[in-house]
C-alpha cells in the first residue's frame, strides 16, 4: 500500500512539489523581468531602430487601410513603421514591411497564431532590444487578444463592410479566433465583412502594442500578466481551450483540397 503522509500520498507530494518548484522558477523570471540589471540584452548588426511615442489612434488607421494590401501581420507592422519613417527616420525608412506577409492567416493561411501579435512583436523586439522586456510585451499582447472582446476599433472611414459583432477569441489562435467572430456575425471566411473585422482586428493589436511602447518610452511599462503560466499549469507550453478543436468538435477534411484562386 503507498504510504501516505497527512492523507496524501508520496506520489501526490513529489508532482506538488515540483509544480511548486516550477511555479517558484516562474515567479522569478517574471521578477527579473521589472529587474532591469538582470535583462538580456542584444544589438540588431548594423541597425539602430529608435523610437519616439506614436499617435495610437494613428497607428490604428494606418493599420486598417495597410490590411487589404498587407494582410495581418504587415499591416500591423506597417501602422508602426509608416509613423516611425515619418517622426524618427534612419534605418526604418528601409524596413522591409512585407518580408513578413507570410505571417498573415496564422501563418501563410494555416490557421495557427494569428500574425497580428507576431507583425507587432517584431517591431517590440527591435525597438525595446530586449528578450525580456519583448517577452513581456508579446505576453501580455496575447493576454489582450485572447480575453478582450473585439474588435473594438472604429474607422474613420469604412473600406469594406459594416460590421456589428465583438467576439471574445479565448485564445491567440486565427482560425478559433476568427470562427467564433463568423459565428456570431452569421457570414463566411471569403467575405467582406470578415476582412474588415480582420482588419479592425489588426488595428487594435497595432495600437495596444504602441500603448505598450509608448509607456515603455517613458520608463513607466510594466508587464501586466505571468509569462509562461500554462507552462506551470499544464507542464507544457499550452492553452486551456483544447477541446474547442479536438475530441468530437475536429472537422472533417475534404478529399480534395480546392486552389483558391488570387
Same mark, same amino acid.
Given at each position: 500500500?503507498?504510504?501516505?503522509?497527512? %492523507?496524501?500520498?508520496?506520489? &501526490?507530494?513529489?508532482?506538488?512539489?515540483?509544480?511548486?518548484?516550477?511555479?517558484?522558477?516562474?515567479?522569478?523570471?517574471?521578477?527579473?523581468?521589472?529587474?532591469?540589471?538582470?535583462?538580456?540584452?542584444?544589438?540588431?548588426?548594423?541597425?539602430?531602430?529608435?523610437?519616439?511615442?506614436?499617435?495610437?489612434?494613428?497607428?490604428?488607421?494606418?493599420?486598417?487601410?495597410? *490590411?487589404?494590401?498587407?494582410?495581418?501581420?504587415?499591416?500591423? =507592422?506597417?501602422?508602426?513603421?509608416?509613423?516611425?519613417?515619418?517622426?524618427?527616420? %534612419?534605418?526604418?525608412?528601409n524596413?522591409?514591411?512585407?518580408?513578413?506577409?507570410?505571417?498573415?492567416? %496564422?501563418?501563410?493561411?494555416?490557421?495557427?497564431?494569428?500574425?497580428?501579435?507576431?507583425?507587432?512583436?517584431?517591431?517590440? %523586439?527591435?525597438?525595446?532590444?530586449?528578450?525580456?522586456?519583448?517577452?513581456?510585451?508579446?505576453?501580455?499582447?496575447?493576454?489582450?487578444?485572447?480575453?478582450?472582446?473585439?474588435?473594438?476599433?472604429?474607422?474613420?472611414?469604412?473600406?469594406?463592410s459594416? =460590421?456589428?459583432?465583438?467576439?471574445?477569441?479565448?485564445?491567440?489562435?486565427?482560425?478559433?479566433?476568427?470562427?467564433?467572430? #463568423?459565428?456570431? $456575425?452569421?457570414? &463566411?471566411?471569403?467575405?467582406?465583412?470578415?476582412?474588415?473585422?480582420?482588419?479592425?482586428?489588426?488595428?487594435?493589436?497595432? #495600437?495596444?502594442?504602441?500603448?505598450?511602447?509608448?509607456?515603455?518610452?517613458?520608463?513607466? *511599462?510594466?508587464?501586466?500578466? $505571468?509569462?509562461? *503560466?500554462?507552462?506551470?499549469?499544464?507542464? =507544457?507550453?499550452?492553452?486551456?481551450?483544447?477541446?474547442?478543436?479536438?475530441?468530437?468538435y475536429?472537422?472533417?477534411?475534404? $478529399?480534395? *483540397?480546392?486552389?483558391?484562386?488570387?
Amino acid at each position: 500500500m503507498e504510504e501516505r503522509i497527512h %492523507g496524501i500520498s508520496r506520489r &501526490g507530494l513529489i508532482l506538488n512539489a515540483g509544480k511548486i518548484v516550477a511555479g517558484a522558477a516562474a515567479l522569478s523570471a517574471a521578477g527579473q523581468l521589472l529587474n532591469p540589471a538582470s535583462a538580456r540584452a542584444y544589438k540588431v548588426t548594423g541597425k539602430t531602430y529608435k523610437y519616439t511615442k506614436l499617435d495610437v489612434e494613428r497607428v490604428g488607421e494606418i493599420t486598417y487601410e495597410n *490590411y487589404f494590401k498587407r494582410w495581418c501581420a504587415s499591416s500591423a =507592422i506597417a501602422g508602426m513603421v509608416e509613423e516611425l519613417k515619418r517622426k524618427v527616420g %534612419g534605418d526604418w525608412n528601409n524596413f522591409p514591411i512585407d518580408a513578413y506577409r507570410w505571417m498573415h492567416g %496564422g501563418l501563410a493561411g494555416w490557421g495557427a497564431l494569428c500574425g497580428t501579435m507576431p507583425g507587432a512583436g517584431v517591431i517590440i %523586439g527591435l525597438v525595446t532590444g530586449d528578450t525580456d522586456t519583448a517577452e513581456a510585451m508579446v505576453n501580455d499582447l496575447a493576454f489582450y487578444y485572447s480575453y478582450t472582446e473585439l474588435p473594438t476599433f472604429t474607422p474613420k472611414k469604412i473600406i469594406k463592410s459594416k =460590421i456589428k459583432h465583438k467576439t471574445i477569441a479565448g485564445t491567440p489562435v486565427c482560425h478559433i479566433s476568427v470562427g467564433r467572430w #463568423m459565428t456570431a $456575425e452569421g457570414v &463566411g471566411f471569403l467575405t467582406d465583412a470578415r476582412a474588415e473585422r480582420c482588419a479592425r482586428l489588426a488595428a487594435n493589436i497595432a #495600437m495596444e502594442a504602441t500603448k505598450m511602447l509608448n509607456a515603455w518610452a517613458d520608463g513607466k *511599462y510594466k508587464p501586466k500578466h $505571468e509569462p509562461l *503560466y500554462n507552462v506551470v499549469a499544464n507542464g =507544457i507550453t499550452s492553452q486551456n481551450n483544447c477541446r474547442d478543436c479536438h475530441g468530437q468538435y475536429v472537422p472533417t477534411p475534404n $478529399e480534395t *483540397y480546392d486552389t483558391l484562386e488570387k
